[in-house]
């Protein structure tokens, strides 16, 4: 009986240690999340070692599952922040597990890496917002992946953001001296534009006095040549005159008169010839080289009024000894006839210059008049030129100023390279755009 009893308590106590046993290969499966211990309740039996260490192991199983949950939990939140973009999230919890604790340490050096990265990515980009491209990432720090990739690319745009700043501030540089010069020289040209206007202005005004002085000149000469024509006339009419007293010396008495009133014409005719010669020789003169050849004509006129003046007093004297002295009044007409013959010639000859002098000066008119136009026409390009000038002056000016403000925006950059192209632009190596590109 004894026997008996005690073989049913070995196997309920085995039953009871494969439900302890069944209840962990349920929790380690993770179908629950509990491991209800067993309490043995023959304590001197046997088996009560092993239903020890069963407890033991469910306790321990337990303390693990809520310590790696625990571990797994911060985990997940530390992977779905990380998703959302923030990395400054930790696993502060600890596993008894190994891996788990690995795991974890590899997660959290993980974020601090990119964290890091990130903020100096951040940081640097900030740099740039602020226009210093001095700083760079450091991308050696993986060995590949999209991240080294981001950090090489953003370096590469430093690279060409940097290139782009270089040329930009060398070129304002080299456009702010080269607009400089142009404004400069621009001024100089607007200057000597005006210069050139004035002169121009001036010049014409001359030109225009000139040829009224010419007009002037041709109308006198014209007047001389009507005047010439009347002295011919009285010439002609003094050798008729001649001629009668030839034929007629016995009417000499009563011609005396007549002849004393031609020479009288004669003499007035003489005066004012010689005062028009007088007249004429001063605008000749006036004239400059355009006068001189009336100069000459001038002064032959008045030569030949002073012969006729002359003459007429010798025939004044004449015609009072004529009543004493017929023959020798006779020899005097014929010599008088030859006289005016003479005097008709030389007025002849001075009538054909003065109709030259005439024609010339109307075509110096003439000339004049068409350089007077084309000073006109020249001055009214001028004064558009002046204009275009200005307007040029202006332009160059505003680029100057543009190129100035150009470079004065790219001295608050910061980027490698620019204090060498300060210093060449401080040596005056950087003055065109020809050598510009120097970086």
Known sequence: MFSFSKSYQNREEIDRLISLMDEIILFVKREQNHIPLETNEHPSSSIEPVFQKCNELATLLEEKSREDLGVNGEILLMSEKMADGYFDDRVHLKSRDPHFQYTAQSINKMAEKIQYDFTQIIQLLGSYEEGDYTGALESNRYRGGVLKEVMKGIDGLRDSITTMLRESFSYGIALENVSRQLDEKMGTILKATRIQSESLKEATSHVTHISQKIDENRSDTEMMQHSSLKVKSSAIRGKELANETVRAMHEINEATSAITEAIEVIDQIAFQTNILSLNAAVEAATAGEAGKGFAVVASEVRNLASRSSEAAKRIKELVSQAAEKTEEGQKTSIDMIEGYHHLNTNIEETITLIE????????????????????????????????IAQQASHISGEIYDISHKIAKTLEN???????HLVKLSESGEISSLEYANVF
């Open 413 to 419: 950059k910061k980027f490698p390279g620019k204090e």
């Open 356 to 387: 030259k002098t005439t024609q010339t000066s109307k075509k110096q008119v003439e000339n004049i008049k068409d350089l007077e136009r084309t000073l006109h026409g020249i001055q009214s390009k001028t004064g558009q030129f002046v204009e």
